[in-house]
């Protein structure tokens, strides 16, 4: 039963262009969520995606990131032109559609540079 | 959500048990406490939780004071593996999943 894969692993983009970071959840979870991970900072909540709904978006900042999961395929975490403070480690995590809904499986992120 | 406060650094000498503290003096009575860490460089994990009994696993043992306001996570024969930013996280977990990360604390086993 293969974890969480997040792809890809790193990602190198020039400012103004676009960044997709995917998630594919463990086999059978519903539930995904989207972390990001400033350097030499906590990790901080961005968004709680079921199959096809935002669930809670309340740390998604306001502009320029989007997210989705829909009923085929992978979470997109998607971030239109990127800025250099932009650049962080960001994680995915999933869970079951019931049992506890506080353990969550996290991937091994994926690393945006902005040059 | 309930606050922690969790010292910020730890040493742990390899092969001895590594006692983490955890403070959330202002836990409400429908919050569990679980705990997760996360290695350098990779994605977090999740370790254990528990209510109000004392847990364990094959990874570690929970111990929560009987008034709930602090808890401690216990390896009880800590690796070099084990070295990592170990974080103790209060949550409802009925219906608010999401997790609400502080500053942890950053364990060092050493050999």
């Known amino acids: 039963n293969a974890g969480v894969m997040q792809n890809p692993r790193h990602l190198v983009r020039r400012r103004g262009q676009e960044a997709r970071l995917r998630c594919s959840p463990m086999k059978g979870h519903s539930h995904v969520y989207w972390y990001r991970q400033l350097p030499e900072e906590g990790l901080k909540f961005m968004v709680y995606l079921q199959k096809e709904n935002i669930i809670d978006e309340s740390g998604m900042p306001k502009e320029r990131f989007s997210a989705e999961f829909p009923k085929e395929g992978p979470s997109i975490l998607r971030i239109q032109q990127v800025v250099r403070g932009d650049s962080a480690a960001y994680f995915c995590?999933?869970?079951?559609?019931?049992?506890?809904?506080?353990?969550?499986?996290f991937g091994a992120g994926t690393r945006l540079s902005v040059l | 959500d309930a606050k922690t406060t969790q010292p910020p650094s730890m040493d742990c000498a390899e092969g001895r048990a590594a006692n983490l503290p955890c403070n959330h003096s202002t836990i409400s009575g429908n919050e569990y406490v679980y705990w997760y860490r996360q290695i350098h460089s990779q994605g977090p994990q999740y370790i254990i939780h528990?209510?109000?009994?004392?847990e364990t696993n094959e990874m570690a043992s929970l111990i929560i004071t009987e008034d709930r306001k602090s808890s401690t996570l216990i390896l009880p024969h800590a690796t070099l593996r084990d070295t990592a930013v170990y974080y103790c996280i209060p949550i409802n977990a009925g219906n608010n999943r999401k997790l609400i990360w502080g500053l942890g604390t950053s364990l060092a086993v050493n050999p």
């Open positions: 995590a999933s869970s079951p559609p019931r049992g506890e809904g506080a353990i969550q499986y």
């Open positions: 528990g209510l109000k009994n004392n």
